[in-house]
């Protein structure tokens, strides 16, 4: 028998922040990337137990269950805890592509009075609570990498981005908190 290795959690042990925010990594999460056609969004929301949301930057969330609306046919599922999505949305016979990224991804939570200006320190978009309210979310870049934006609470964000950039994107989080403190 072949004994496979457990992959080490990106970002194990590592914090920063300032005296106006805090930087974390998310606990580990099932993560799928969704793709469903307009016409059988109802269906495979009913088969997930969860709404897909279908206006731009917008999210649900329920059950241990979040969607992120990443494009017309197109969410980032996140499922904490004990999720089981794969086998869920395997068992559709709702037409529909799902993608298990839950290896590929990992997750820093930006929290506190400055959580908006540390994201904004390599993000370029507005994360005024008028533009970007509490639950939406978007794909857009931080400093050199694709990451995902997920506004949790007024002082809160969840930011999504490949394992394989988690450092950079901390470190580039941690300059910026301190210049936000500022």
């Not at 072949?2 to 974390?24: D, K, Q, Y």
């Not at 495979?44 to 279908?54: A, F, K, N, Q, R």
């Not at 949305?89 to 939570?109: E, F, K, Q």
Request: charged content about 20%; aromatic content about 6%; glycine content about 10%.
């Amino acid at each position: 028998m072949v004994e496979t290795a457990l992959r080490s959690l990106p970002l194990s042990g590592a914090h920063g922040g300032s005296a106006v925010v805090s930087l974390s990594p998310a606990a580990p999460a099932e993560r799928v990337s969704l793709r469903v056609r307009a016409e059988d969004v109802a269906a495979l929301s009913s088969v997930i137990g969860l709404d897909l949301p279908t206006t731009p930057k917008t999210s649900t969330s329920g059950n241990g269950l979040t969607a992120l609306w990443l494009g017309p046919d197109e969410w980032l599922l996140i499922g904490e805890g004990e999720s089981d999505l794969m086998r869920t949305l395997g068992g559709s016979s709702v037409l529909h592509s799902a993608t298990d990224v839950s290896h590929r991804n990992t997750a820093i939570l930006i929290s506190g009075p400055g959580a908006a200006r540390t994201l904004n320190g390599g993000c370029p978009l507005d994360l005024s609570l008028r533009a970007f309210p509490v639950g939406a979310c978007a794909r857009t870049l931080f400093g050199k990498i694709e990451v995902v934006v997920f506004r949790s609470a007024e002082d809160a964000f969840r930011m999504e981005c490949w394992r394989s950039f988690s450092d950079y994107a901390f470190g580039l989080l941690h300059e910026a908190a301190e210049d936000a403190a500022v």
